[in-house]
C-alpha cells in the first residue's frame, strides 16, 4: 500500500516534529512539577516490540515511583499506590503520552496504528502479533479509544495482570486487526480527530 509505506511515514514526521515544537512550553512545566515532587527521572523508558518485531524503548512522563515496574505488575491499576501525584494528572489528561512524538519522529512508532506492548504479553498471543507488528505500532487506534479508561477496569483488582492477559487484551487485539484491514489516510485523520476530541473533553 502506498499510503503506509510512503505517505504515512511523511505525514508522522511532519505532524511530530510540530507538535514537539508547539507542545515544548507544557514539556517544561510537566518536568518541572515532576521534579519538584519527587527529584527523580522526568521521562519513563520501557522496552516494547516494534514494527517487525524490532525491539525500541518507549518515552512517557513518569508518572509512577522510580523502578515501579520492579516492584509490581506492567499493567497499571487506577488505584495503583506506586502513581503519583502529579502522575495521576497527567494519566488523567493523557499527557504523560506526550513524549511517543519523540518516537514517531525517530521512526519507531506511527501517530496511528496498533498499541505497542511489552515483549512479555505479545509472547502470549505470538500467532496474533506476527500479523500486528507488520505495521509500525501507533499512539492512538480504536483500541485506544475504546479503553481510553483502562487503569479504571483493572481497580480492585486482586490480579491485574491475569485480568489484562485474559479479558482486556484478546479484545484490544480485535481492534488492532480491525485498523489493519481499514488503514487509510482518511481511518488515520478520523482516528486522529476522535483522540483529540476524547482528550479535550
Do not use: W
Not at 93 to 108: A, F, H, R, S
Amino acid at each position: 500500500m502506498l499510503y503506509e509505506k510512503y505517505f504515512k511515514r511523511i505525514f508522522d514526521f511532519i505532524v511530530s516534529l510540530c507538535g514537539l515544537i508547539v507542545l515544548s512550553p507544557i514539556f517544561t512545566i510537566v518536568a518541572i512539577l515532576i521534579k519538584i515532587e519527587d527529584g527523580g527521572s522526568i521521562f519513563f523508558k520501557q522496552t516494547r516490540v516494534g514494527q517487525n518485531g524490532r525491539l525500541f524503548k518507549i518515552y512517557k512522563f513518569r508518572t509512577m515511583i522510580e523502578k515501579a515496574e520492579k516492584i509490581g505488575p506492567q499493567v497499571t491499576k487506577e488505584d495503583d499506590p506506586r502513581i503519583t501525584k502529579i502522575g495521576r494528572l497527567l494519566r488523567k489528561y493523557k499527557l504523560d503520552e506526550l513524549p511517543q512524538l519523540i518516537n514517531v519522529l525517530k521512526g519507531e512508532m506511527s501517530l496511528v496504528g496498533p498499541r505497542p506492548e511489552v515483549p512479555k504479553y505479545t509472547r502470549f498471543f505470538e500467532k496474533d502479533y506476527k500479523e500486528i507488528l507488520k505495521v509500525r505500532p501507533g499512539i492512538t487506534d480504536y483500541a485506544s479509544l475504546e479503553y481510553k479508561e483502562e487503569n479504571k477496569l483493572l481497580k480492585g483488582t486482586d490480579n491485574p495482570e491475569k485480568m489484562y492477559l485474559e479479558k482486556i487484551l484478546p479484545k484490544k487485539i480485535k481492534y488492532y486487526k480491525k485498523y489493519l484491514n481499514e488503514m487509510g489516510l482518511l481511518t488515520d485523520l478520523k482516528l486522529i480527530l476522535k483522540t483529540l476530541i476524547r482528550v479535550l473533553k
